[in-house]
């Protein structure tokens, strides 16, 4: 460094605090139970490097998590502290990354205060019912978790990752795969969907449904 340059300034750390809805699962748990499995959660404060985070599920200190935040995206993270009614998690991800963040935890800063309004053309929203069916072939159907939707794709959470571009479908509604993230993936619907409509078709239960799923994609005779 050149004897009359001063160190680059320390990146702000942009933090929000209020309510912030979304959903985690867990990165290092193995088994049955654990797989898909997502839980909601309510963060009381979201950081470009950590956030409080209420929630009924128990976690350890030192576990992986990934998480989902209603308008921040997903970040990965290590709990540094099990609360009473939730932990406090240390985000992991490289400096790139945080950047977009706090430009969205900055945004959720002017939306709160009245600044800003939300021109995301297809809002995500967390369904209330979140087990899903993924439907991968005629005969090939797995339970996945819903960890947000919109109008035009939907994040999942499952115990496999589909090649990027491969045809699915999720429940009856055919998309593509577009993306991996720790523990899931993103799909886009190959059609806008209804929003009121949406959680139902997602959600399939009767082997006749899921049947009926898998003809659309051209799986079945």
Known sequence: MPENSAPPAP???ARFIGDVPGCFVFLDRVGRQWDAQSYPFSARSVATTRAVISTDTAVERGERVALRFDS????????ERALKDGFIVNFVEEE???GGVEARIDWLKKKA??????RRMHKRVIP?????VLILGADSHL?????????SGAAIAAAVQPPVGNLLAIG???ARVVRHFEGGFAVRFLEIQALAELEG??????KREKSLAAKKLGFAA
């Open 96 to 98: 790139a990354a945080a």
């Open 72 to 79: 921040v995206g997903i970040r990965r993270g290590v709990v």
């Open 172 to 174: 009856s509604v055919p």
């Open 11 to 13: 990146r702000s750390d």
């Open 143 to 151: 339970d996945c978790k819903i960890l947000d939707m919109s109008r």
């Open 113 to 118: 205060s009245g600044r800003a309004e939300d």
């Open 128 to 132: 209330r019912e979140t087990n899903a």
């Open 201 to 206: 078709l997602l959600t399939l239960r009767t």
